[in-house]
């Protein structure tokens, strides 16, 4: 899309973008936290790498909650958000499968 | 940086309403969370003196702890031995037993009087510092713990967007903006460039802050949906101790020789000792390495065997892996507990900023609805405008005053009544409340000032409950080297006094079309006279 025919934001949208901000945002968070320990050393093991992992939680949720405001709207929202989580979890699934 | 003007109006909104939302919450919590940075010179402060005898030497520990245990048998599930007896913990033996209420635990300690004989005294640390923490942790909110912890986080993240949010408002302007305080006619970009200036500068004291308080309030969640999706139902949370296999645990000035072998640079304050099935013992110390930050804010602990003297040292900052090291530096990050007392300080300048940033925020928002005066008709301002103006001084000074309040208290409660913390809640809420609505009663301005002489005073109540405690008047006291906080509550009463002057000043001879105008005041009270007579 090119940058003069992108469409106007405004603000109407704010309950459904916030809403799949807070609920898909949170369960994208916690597929990408999971990611992210299969992939570094350590994987999901040890006390101390179980707690980092739950700590990496906060930053990715907040920002993809601070950045669901630029989807057009609630809808684009939602489905943007659910592929995401499909595309997250399936990642997820590849690194514990290769993780064993 | 070139960004879309209908992305920057979404983001403003977003920032606007997160802010009108949380703003205050987060003054109290931003406010509090300055004072909790001296929470152990403040809980020295307002202990009151043990009326125990001064405690026996180290070597003499395990025989005083076998007098304990003669007379309370119940001490030997849980007890510490003290290296370095302080006023907050003014015995060589302490232990705990169970009260009435469920989970209550009362702490005892326990001494040799001169003649030899035990003497036992309920503990009677004061509780005053965790109050202000729970203000801190539970933005001030007078609700349980749990749903006070829901709000907590849900604002936490609230806050995050905001910060993220206010960044790109501010994105587009910001090489002109950065370093520009245009203090003139135009208030509102007076108020913009100090609520920018303070945001962008402090923008990284800001995210540790935010996300570090969405992880305290959500972990339990965190972790139990992790465990589901990531660990398969159960998190290991990794190898467990070792039992100790010993029969006849080393004394406590052994095991502090062995101790400081093992630490060099660990100052130890005491050991814990714990009997676990089987009889035998499992023990931990506690200390501080001041090179280090900890995660447990003003002190550090691990476990040690009690029958060989050897630390397990994994747990300890410096000598973990590396997750653990990145998990220790979030929760040092937050508390400030690394670097000593210049860093506390500087936490508590942060804090203050913080509480400034919330507090700009709205006023920018009242002084973004200020209606003109173009002719000689004064104008009366919005309602919304004037309500949040009200509730932005009532909140925050009752807030303040409250704090004071409860603090100055803490000299005269435990000579009154049983239950310090309820009583130290009643008279934070009573103060807070009294605030709030004497803001609204009195109208942004006058209120503000009116309760900046409050807030003067309730402060200047913690010095004058120490010189009771010199004088002796009505059971206070007034512990050695704990003058610091009575000289920081009297900077901070002068500080209110000159910000009152400040406020009256403008009340009197700023523009009348704004809420803090005293005309504008009166005007709404005509207004409102007239058309109830009518």
Redesign the interface.
Known sequence: MRAGA?A????RH?FGKTSAG?LLG?TLA??L??VI?GLTP?G????????????M???L???V???V??FRDSWRAWWWLALANVAAFGL?WAV?SLAG | MKIGTDIIKVYKDVHIWVGIVCGLMLFIAFYAGSITMFEKPLERWATPPSALSPPPPLENAEKLLDAVLAERPQAAKGYSIVVTPTTDQPARVIWAERGERPRQLIEYGASFAADGRLEVEKLRKAQTAQLVDRMHQFVGLPLPDDAARLIMGAVALAYAVALLSGLIVLLPTLVEDLFALRAGKNLKRMWLDAHNALGIFSLPFHLIIALTSVVFAFHDPFYDTQAKVLYGGEINWGEHEAAPTGRVPLPAGELLVRVQAQLPGFEVFGFTFQQREGGHLEAGVIGLDPRRGTRARTYMRTHLDPYTGEVDTHDLPGRMDGWGEAVNAFFALHFGSYGGNPVRWLYVLMGLAGAALFYTGNLLWVESRRRMQRGAAPVPQKRSARVLAELTVGVSLGSVAGISATIAAAKWLPARVDDLMLWHEVIYYAVFFIGVAWALLRGAGRGAAELLWLCALTTLLIPFSSLAGVWGIGGAWNQAGTAAIDLTALVAVAVFLLVARFTRRRMRHGRTDSVWSVADQRQMTQVVSKGALT
């Open positions: 992108r106007k934001l405004d603000s704010w807070v949170y916690v597929a936290s999971g320990a350590g999901f093991e040890g006390g101390n790498k179980v707690q980092f992992n739950m700590w939680i906060a930053p949720w907040a920002t909650l601070g950045f405001y630029l997820l514990r």
